[in-house]
Structures are given as C-alpha cells and as structure tokens.
Nanobody
Framework: QVQLVESGGGLVQAGDSLRLACEVS????????MGWFRQGPGKERDFLAA???????YYADTVKGRFTISRDNAKNTANLQMNSLKPEDTAVYYC???????????????????WGQGTQVTVSS
C-alpha cells in the first residue's frame, strides 16, 4: 500500500517562500512521474508542476519562474519550492505519483494513481 503525505504548508505573507515536501511510504515503486496540484476555494484542481523519471520538469504557466519541483528517485520523494507567493496561490496543495507507463500526460490528474491528502497553503496580502 502506497501512501503519500504532504507537509510544509502554512500561513505566509505575500512575497514569502515555502517548501512543500512529499513523503512516500509503503510499497516502493519506480514512478514515471511525481507532480503537484492545487485546488483553491471553489475551483478545480489544477496542475502545477511535475518531474519525470529522467528529471525533466514541467510547469504550469501560472507558476513558472516562481515554483521549482525536485525529486529523489531513490526515495520516491518530491519537493516543491515556492517563492514570491501571491494571495492567488492560496489553495490546498496535493502531491501525486504515477506508476503508469509511458504515454501519459504529466499534466493530467488521471495520469497519477497515488495521491496525498493535501496541505493547506494560505497567502495573506
């Protein structure tokens, strides 16, 4: 049984930084990709960033230049460094991992078969 747990969320001011961590426990596997999504109040869950098994990264336009995803393949972990946070970044942030094969979109929720419960990030103005 694979379990993902996010940590590092909290309340910060606009312009501050946060680092989110995603810890994977249970059954180990070689993931195709790990990603981060977020869901703001009354909004859909949106793709933020992903990193595949080769270390290639993908970012949503809304966070390019501000957020950085990193991973440790040996540990099946992923982190999200968030800089220059804005009130619009307020959301529940979810970590996800995929053990599916090649041919899936890294930006699609359906690609990921393991999900964390989310961690709240609140950015005040």
């Amino acid at each position: 049984q694979v379990q993902l747990v996010e940590s590092g969320g909290g309340l910060v001011q606009a312009g501050d930084s946060l680092r989110l961590a995603c810890e994977v426990s249970g059954r180990t596997f070689s993931y195709t990709a790990m990603g981060w999504f977020r869901q703001g109040p009354g909004k859909e869950r949106d793709f933020l960033a992903a990193i595949n098994w080769l270390g290639i990264t993908y970012y949503a336009d809304t966070v390019k230049g501000r957020f950085t995803i990193s991973r440790d393949n040996a540990k099946n972990t992923a982190n999200l460094q968030m800089n220059s946070l804005k009130p619009e970044d307020t959301a529940v942030y979810y970590c996800a991992a995929s053990s599916r094969g090649v041919g899936y979109s890294y930006t699609s929720m359906s690609t990921y078969n393991y999900w964390g419960q989310g961690t709240q990030v609140t950015v005040s103005s």
